[in-house]
């Protein structure tokens, strides 16, 4: 979330709640909360991972990316979270969906006047 701008243009302020948990402080505040209370009692912890930060502890630490992936996952891990997803396929899916989107827009373009341009993002935020 360091490279967001914040502008609030993709965000409904809903999301806006979910961002303001995803940050280091409250991440430390509830690993240091399941350390000590009972298992049953914690909160899961779910990680994701995009798949352009790993070049970057890649080369970072020296390692093949899929090194650097293990490394990374299993640092979470041992840090007390519970699950570490690869965005990747949700990155394929996204690809996908505007693909399938331009290519309505494309065949509407004569019949609807704002079907084109498109506009499309794919913020890792």
Same mark, same amino acid.
């Given at each position: ?10 965000? =409904?302020? @809903? @999301?806006?709640? *979910?961002?303001?948990?995803? &940050?280091?402080?409250?991440?430390? *505040?509830i690993?240091n909360? &399941?350390?000590?209370?009972? =298992? ?21 630490? &020296?390692?093949?990316? &899929? ?21 990747t ?8 969906e505007?693909? *399938? ?9 004569n019949? @609807?006047e ?12």
């Amino acid at each position: 979330l360091s490279d967001c701008l914040a502008c609030d243009n993709c965000m =409904t302020s @809903e @999301e806006g709640a *979910r961002v303001f948990q995803q &940050n280091q402080k409250e991440l430390f *505040r509830i690993l240091n909360l &399941n350390k000590k209370c009972d =298992t049953s009692k914690h909160k899961v912890l779910a990680v994701s991972v995009c798949p352009q930060s790993l070049p970057y502890f890649a080369a970072k630490f &020296n390692l093949s990316v &899929n090194d650097a992936a293990k490394r990374l996952c299993g640092f979470l891990k041992s840090l007390g979270v519970h699950y570490v997803f690869d965005t990747t396929i949700a990155a394929d899916f996204s690809i996908l969906e505007s693909q *399938r989107e331009f290519v309505q827009r494309y065949q509407r373009r004569n019949q @609807e006047e704002h079907a084109l341009p498109m506009f499309a993002s794919a913020c890792p935020g």
